[in-house]
T-cell receptor, first 112, second 116 residues
Framework: QKEVEQNSGPLSVPEGAIASLNCTYS??????FFWYRQYSGKSPELIMS????GDKEDGRFTAQLNKASQYVSLLIRDSQPSDSATYLC????????????FGSGTRLSIRP | NAGVTQTPKFQVLKTGQSMTLQCAQD?????MYWYRQDPGMGLRLIYY???????DKGEVPNGYNVSRLNKREFSLRLESAAPSQTSVYFC???????????????FGPGTRLTVL
C-alpha cells in the first residue's frame, strides 16, 4: 500500500464548475498536509497547506482535512482552463516532520 | 534570489557510467530533498537531509548516494547508472519541520536524465 493515495484521473470538469480532488494517507501520525500544482514540464508549486482538521480557504481553493478518516481534499471553485494541471497531495511522516511523501497525482482537465 | 538551482538541466548517460547531480538553495533553508518523477508516478522521495550534517533514506534510495556539503548544497550521486534510473530529478528545500507543522517546499527546475 502506498503511503499517499490519489486517483490518477484524468478528472474532466466543465469551466465554472467545482473540481474536487481527494487524497488518503496511511500514516496516522502525519501532521502536515499539502496540495501542489504541477503544469506539464514544470516544477511543483504549493497551492495550499493545512495542519488541523476542518476547512481552510484561500481564494477559489479550499482544503479539507479529516485526520480521523486519514483524508484530505482540495476543492477548486469556478474552475478555469488555467487550472488544468496535475495536482499532487503531500504528507509529512510521523517519524520525521521533515520527511515529505507525495501521492502519484491527479490530472485535472477543465473543458470550456 | 535564485531560490533552488539544479545542474545540469539535461544529461544522457550510458549504463554503468557515474554522475553527480548538484543542487543549491539560497533561502537559508534547513532541509533539502531529492525526488524522482516518472510518468504517472508522482514524486518519489530518494533521500532527504533534515539539517546540515544529516541525511536519511526516502522511499527509493537504492542506487543513489547523497552528500549534504553545507547548508546550501545537497548533491545526488549515481555510482553506476542503470536504464531504470531514467527519470526527471527534482531537488527541493524547506525551512524544516516540527512536531506541529512543516513549511512549504520550494522546488528546483529539475534535471532530465536518460540512461541508455
Amino acid at each position: 500500500q502506498k503511503e499517499v493515495e490519489q486517483n490518477s484521473g484524468p478528472l474532466s470538469v466543465p469551466e465554472g464548475a467545482i473540481a474536487s480532488l481527494n487524497c488518503t494517507y496511511s500514516d496516522r501520525g502525519s501532521q502536515s498536509f499539502f496540495w501542489y500544482r504541477q503544469y506539464s514540464g514544470k516544477s511543483p508549486e504549493l497551492i495550499m497547506s493545512i495542519y488541523s482538521n476542518g476547512d481552510k480557504e484561500d481564494g477559489r481553493f479550499t482544503a479539507q482535512l479529516n485526520k480521523a478518516s486519514q483524508y484530505v481534499s482540495l476543492l477548486i471553485r469556478d474552475s478555469q482552463p488555467s487550472d488544468s494541471a496535475t495536482y499532487l497531495c503531500a504528507v509529512t511522516a510521523y517519524s520525521s516532520a521533515s520527511k515529505i511523501i507525495f501521492g502519484s497525482g491527479t490530472r485535472l482537465s477543465i473543458r470550456p | 534570489n535564485a531560490g533552488v538551482t539544479q545542474t545540469p538541466k539535461f544529461q544522457v548517460l550510458k549504463t554503468g557510467q557515474s554522475m553527480t547531480l548538484q543542487c543549491a538553495q539560497d533561502m537559508n533553508h534547513n532541509s533539502m530533498y531529492w525526488y524522482r518523477q516518472d510518468p504517472g508516478m508522482g514524486l518519489r522521495l530518494i533521500y532527504y537531509s533534515a539539517s546540515e550534517g544529516t541525511t536519511d533514506k526516502g522511499e527509493v534510495p537504492n542506487g543513489y548516494n547523497v552528500s549534504r556539503l553545507n547548508k546550501r548544497e545537497f548533491s545526488l550521486r549515481l555510482e553506476s547508472a542503470a536504464p531504470s534510473q531514467t527519470s526527471v530529478y527534482f531537488c527541493a528545500s524547506t525551512n524544516g519541520g516540527s512536531s506541529l507543522s512543516t513549511d512549504t517546499q520550494y522546488f528546483g527546475p529539475g534535471t532530465r536524465l536518460t540512461v541508455l
